[in-house]
């Protein structure tokens, strides 16, 4: 299993570029989350998916939008990218959100908004 | 104020230290207390999670959480250079939806 993937690893983007990162997982869970990840600020949670065909907003959504595109996929993605969003982002995965289980990270996204 | 506080060090031990790590919290609605591992340029993995104030232990790790405090500990024994890394305290709660709240991470070295 390769868990939790993520595309790509690095990215540059200029002001207003759009582009839109992509996450996988193959551990057959229904819920997904994307996090930035800013020093001194901890993980944050940008948009989370509870199950296929439904997302919600989480800490920090402004600025992005979100696809849950099956079980196994869900996308973010970045319309009109600013300088505020240079960060790492990771996506995660657990098996169902109404009760706990383990959130599984993916290796993250660099971003660099110039 | 932040829901979960922790002390971004960076702090530096020999190796075989005893290290302490810690984390307050705001919120007593907090159901779940974990710790995650973040080696550099990767994801965060769980380390340990607990419930209930009092202890657990793995191995060399030991998890603390204090409810009536608003406090949570990591402590490693007899650490090692691999355990260099970032360490991040995490709080849950469960309310229709799982809410993971970090702090914002203690980045450690273990000096051999």
């Known amino acids: 299993n390769a868990g939790v993937t993520q595309t790509p690893k690095f990215q540059v983007l200029k002001t207003g570029q759009s582009m839109t990162l992509q996450c996988a997982q193959d551990?057959?869970?229904?819920?997904m989350y994307w996090y930035r990840q800013d020093p001194g600020m901890g993980l944050r949670l940008i948009y989370y998916?509870?199950?296929?065909?439904?997302?919600d907003k989480g800490e920090v959504p402004n600025g992005y939008n979100v696809s849950r595109l099956n079980k196994r996929e869900f996308s973010l993605r970045l319309e009109s990218a600013a300088p505020s969003q240079t960060s790492v982002y990771f996506c995660?995965?657990?098996?169902?959100?109404?009760?706990?289980?383990?959130?599984?990270f993916g290796p993250g996204t660099r971003l660099t908004v110039l | 104020q932040k829901e979960v506080e922790q002390d971004p060090g960076p702090l530096s031990v020999p190796e075989g230290a005893i290290v302490s790590l810690n984390c307050t919290y705001s919120n007593s609605a907090f159901q779940y207390f974990m710790w995650y591992r973040q080696y550099s340029r990767k994801g965060p993995e769980l380390l340990m999670y607990t419930y209930s104030s009092g202890n657990k232990e793995d191995g060399r790790f030991t998890a603390q959480v204090d409810k009536s405090s608003k406090y949570i500990s990591l402590f490693i024994r007899d650490s090692q250079p691999s355990d260099s890394a970032t360490y991040l305290c995490a709080m849950l709660i469960i309310q229709g939806a799982q809410k993971l709240v970090f702090g914002q991470g203690t980045r450690l070295t273990i000096n051999p």
């Open positions: 995660a995965s657990t098996l169902d959100l109404s009760s706990y289980n383990e959130q599984f």
């Open positions: 551990m057959n869970h229904n819920s």
């Open positions: 998916s509870a199950s296929e065909g439904t997302t």
